[in-house]
């Protein structure tokens, strides 16, 4: 490790951006990509840890060469668009990596929304493609509001279900303002992510109740309930608590993304870890997304609709806040505010993470950092 | 009242589902629609009724009709386009009931998609639209999926804020199946609608904790809280079970319908209630809607996706329910099965709705059932 590898405290190491999507790059070029498409895909990789949303970015860099490895992930597809509208496109990812095919595909929906006003993209045959917000604020530059949702392996059970039916299922939209700085929404229709289950498991603690449902579909403080049967719980938590709506949303976007596309949806969406076995009796191609771009001056003056967008956010910042807390946020804040600090001061890995790096490193020799 | 109206029980009267629209039909033939639009309005809002909606259906009625008296209603408006591409208008309601605006509104999205794949529409200076559902089932028949939103009153507080910025802004989607029935998820962006807590007040009974909280902004069971300042939280309850991501909905539903069109976002979105002042610095006209439509054969054949809807809609209402479930529902499965049994049995009106019907048809001189 070089200066751009600093120890922040005795159990974290931090590495800088740069040096950290170096490292990501190389390795998909170690598994065959194109250079353009293994800079695309370490962009958007190492745009989770930039973000701070550690368990999306580098901490499943592993996984995804697993799944190169398995065969199941295709470094050189050939990303084509199979149907289209003049407002729309479906797209087959030739089992590209979601970081590749993902970019692509609001890239056309971008390009439809600058003819006709929006573009819709449906996607098949992909794998997982890192963060939603990142390929949402694509569309930003083009003062377009972005849309990005996926589907993903089944983890969650629907209100009253013992089983497992759908994924953690995100929904990204990003919201051009003038001179604030973006809305950008990007959440999982989960009361909690998967990611940070694993960061309790990893301390041995408990989750809260209304995170997770053990294997007899009871709510459960048990972190590691999912590796005995249980699932994660719909937005809401329970049926008193709205969980019916954060059902409704994993619902629509499992449908939008998977059965719109072509993809596998609900059970039959293929799970992210490589040991585990595709489903025996398919009803699609990979994992699905779905994507947007509207253009604001397709409904009012682009300048318009961003001065509004300046006004509304900054009458929402200025909310008086409940006591005990300094402020209410805007969506996006905390990630720009952790992207600007750690552009500065590098992204801390936490040694699981930075070890598996390592040893992925050693195998390709790559250096890290 | 006539053979239509029969007595459920000691305190509740049942109408039939006719003689009810009839009414309300008639209520707004009083208040000068058009009769094309009286009809429209009446369907619209009685659907709530069906559906097994009662917030939102008759209970609403004497508000239109307060809203009219106040002038804040148009009974004659010139719904019109006033910004468009191929595949999006902006509308301007022309501060007619958003019962006539929204099935409007609905027509010119699904026109689009027919010509250019999907169709979007933002509109402004609009009224309370009855319930999302209904207009989003519009696309139905077309073969499309339908999406519907509205923003409504500041009655939310977004995470971690004292202050009420958003309505319950409702989301509805509707997708088409082959032999199921259609899947309709229509559901507020908080805990609990409004409603809900209606009939908690009416009870004089407690909420669950996390549906209210107090002036302080604490969370509270005191169903009565929004009367002394408190407000409805969004959808997850509390910063550790999610509600920034209820907040996040919120606020695109806000911002997609309002900022968008032109209308009153956040908190000068205008009040329901006739009694409480417009916003004295208006931002915008009215309250603000959003429509889509998406034909499913703009993305693959359409026998192919509705197939799969069949497909999908089947496995998720066989899941496993857990103990003491005795069955996974589809979103739109409740409401569909009340409108069965109403259309059959009539529709109950608890004892202040009725009292607050009769009323109204006693000062129009318009007879109930």
């Known amino acids: 490790m070089d200066s751009s590898v600093a120890s922040a405290s005795p159990s974290e ?8 999507r170096q490292f990501a790059e190389a390795v998909f070029l170690h598994i065959g990509c194109l250079p353009d498409q293994a800079h695309l895909a370490a962009e958007g990789l190492v745009a989770a840890d930039l973000r701070g949303i550690d368990s999306h970015g580098v901490a499943r860099l592993s996984g995804y060469v697993r799944l190169w490895e398995a065969g199941r992930v295709n470094p050189r597809p050939r ?11 479906t797209v087959d990812g030739d089992a590209g990596l979601g970081l590749v095919v993902a970019p692509q595909a609001m890239q056309w929906a971008i390009e439809r929304a600058a003819q006709v006003g929006t573009g819709w993209v449906a996607v098949r045959n992909s794998n997982h493609f890192g963060i939603a917000g990142h390929h949402a604020m694509l569309a930003l530059p083009h003062a377009m509001i972005g849309l990005a949702m996926t589907n993903a392996s089944p983890l969650v059970a629907p209100t009253f279900s013992q089983e497992r039916l759908l994924g953690t299922n995100p929904i990204a939209v990003a919201i051009p303002a003038l001179t604030q700085p973006p809305l950008v929404a990007d959440f999982a229709t989960t009361t909690a992510a998967n990611g940070k289950l694993e960061i309790l498991q990893r301390k041995n603690a408990d989750a809260p ?19 005995s049967g249980g699932a994660l719980l719909p937005l809401g938590s329970d049926r008193e608590h ?4 954060g059902y409704c949303l994993g619902a629509v976007v499992d449908i939008l993304s998977a059965v719109l ?30 994507f947007g771009a509207m253009r604001v001056d397709a409904f009012r003056p682009a ?3 961003l ?3 300046d006004n509304w956010i900054g009458r929402f910042r200025q909310a008086r806040p409940v006591p005990g807390q300094p402020r209410v946020l805007i969506p996006g804040d905390p990630e720009r505010e952790t992207a600007a600090a750690r552009a500065q001061t590098g ?21 890290l950092g």
Do not use: C
């Open 13 to 20: 190491v931090t590495i800088s951006y740069p040096a950290l």
């Open 79 to 89: 990303v084509r668009v199979v149907h289209q509208t003049p407002s729309t496109a």
């Open 209 to 227: 109740l209304g995170w997770v449902q053990d294997a007899d579909g009871q709510s459960t403080t048990n972190a590691n309930a999912l590796k």
């Open 242 to 245: 709205g969980s019916h709506k």
């Open 261 to 290: 596309s072509g993809a596998g949806y609900g059970p039959w969406a293929p799970p992210f870890v490589s040991f585990l076995p595709l489903p025996a009796d398919p009803v699609g191609d990979g994992l699905g997304h779905f």
């Open 303 to 305: 300048e318009e609709f």
């Open 307 to 309: 001065r509004h967008m």
């Open 347 to 367: 992204i801390p890995l936490a040694p699981p993470v930075l070890a598996d790096l390592e040893a992925l490193g050693q195998k390709m020799g790559i250096a």
